[in-house]
C-alpha cells in the first residue's frame, strides 16, 4: 500500500532555531512529492519536487528530494513564531490526480 | 479574489441525516478535490473531478456522493450521516491537472461533527 511517513510528529524549538522536518514515501509509480503548511484552517503550498537533489527555496524555506532514499526534507531557518503551523507532505502518483498525505508534523516555535 | 468558497463552516448533524457540502470556485479551474482531514491526521481524497460531468473516486469514497454539473461547482453528498464522518472537509481546485501544475487551492473548510 501506498504511504508516506512524517518525522517528527511533533517538535518545540525556540525562535532563532533551525528544523529540519522529514518526509519519506513508499510510492509505486512516484509522480512528485508536495508539502504544504497548515495554519488555522486550509493547507497553503510550499514546494513540489520532481526531480531528485535540486534544492528548491523560498525564503527561510528550503526542501530537496532523494529519490534513491525515498524522502525528502523541509528546512526552515531562523525560526519564527509566525512559521508554527503542521507541515504536510503528500504525494503524486504519476498518471494519476490523487495526492496521498502523511499525518503531518505539527511545529511549535515559542518567543 | 473569492477563490475557492465553502459552505457551511460548521455543522451538526444527528446520525442517519443528510446533507451536501457545497464548493464553488470563480478561478475557472477544470479540477475539483474533495478532503476531508482527521484530527492529527494528514488529508484523505474523497472525491475528485477533471471536468463538467466527470468524477471519480478517491482514496475514501464510501458513504458520500459527487457530482459536477457546472465548471464552477462540486457539491459533496452525505445520504446518511455517520459518527465516522466527524471530520473537516476541504474542496480545491486546479487549473490543469496536479502533475504540470504546482498548486492546488483550497477551500477554508467545513467542520462537520456527526452525533
Known amino acids: 500500500e501506498d504511504k508516506v511517513v512524517q518525522s517528527p510528529l511533533s517538535l518545540v524549538v525556540h525562535e532563532g532555531d533551525t528544523v529540519t522536518l522529514n518526509c519519506s514515501y513508499e510510492?509505486?509509480?512516484?509522480?512528485?512529492l508536495l508539502w504544504y503548511k497548515q495554519e488555522k484552517k486550509a493547507p497553503t503550498f510550499l514546494f513540489m519536487l520532481?526531480?531528485?537533489?535540486i534544492e528548491k527555496k523560498s525564503g527561510r524555506l528550503s526542501s530537496i528530494l532523494d529519490k534513491k532514499e525515498l524522502s525528502s526534507i523541509l528546512n526552515i531557518t531562523a525560526t519564527q513564531t509566525g512559521d508554527s503551523a503542521i507541515y504536510l507532505c503528500a504525494f503524486l502518483q504519476g498518471g494519476s490526480e490523487k495526492l496521498v498525505f502523511g499525518k503531518g508534523t505539527k511545529l511549535t516555535v515559542n518567543p | 479574489n473569492a477563490g475557492v468558497t465553502q459552505t457551511p463552516k460548521f455543522r451538526i448533524l444527528k446520525i442517519g441525516q443528510s446533507m451536501t457540502l457545497q464548493c464553488t470556485q470563480d478561478?475557472?479551474?477544470?479540477?475539483m478535490y474533495w478532503y476531508r482531514q482527521d484530527p492529527g491526521m494528514g488529508l484523505k481524497l474523497i472525491y475528485y473531478s477533471v471536468g463538467a460531468g466527470i468524477t471519480d473516486k478517491g482514496e475514501v469514497p464510501n458513504g458520500y456522493n459527487v457530482s459536477r454539473s457546472t465548471t464552477e461547482d462540486f457539491p459533496l453528498r452525505l445520504e446518511l450521516a455517520a459518527p465516522s464522518q466527524t471530520s473537516v472537509y476541504f474542496c480545491a481546485s486546479s487549473y490543469l491537472p496536479q502533475a504540470t501544475n504546482e498548486k492546488l487551492f483550497f477551500g477554508s473548510g467545513t467542520q462537520l461533527s456527526v452525533l
Open positions: 520532481t526531480s531528485s537533489g
Open positions: 510510492v509505486t509509480n512516484f509522480r512528485s
Open positions: 478561478m475557472n479551474h477544470n479540477y
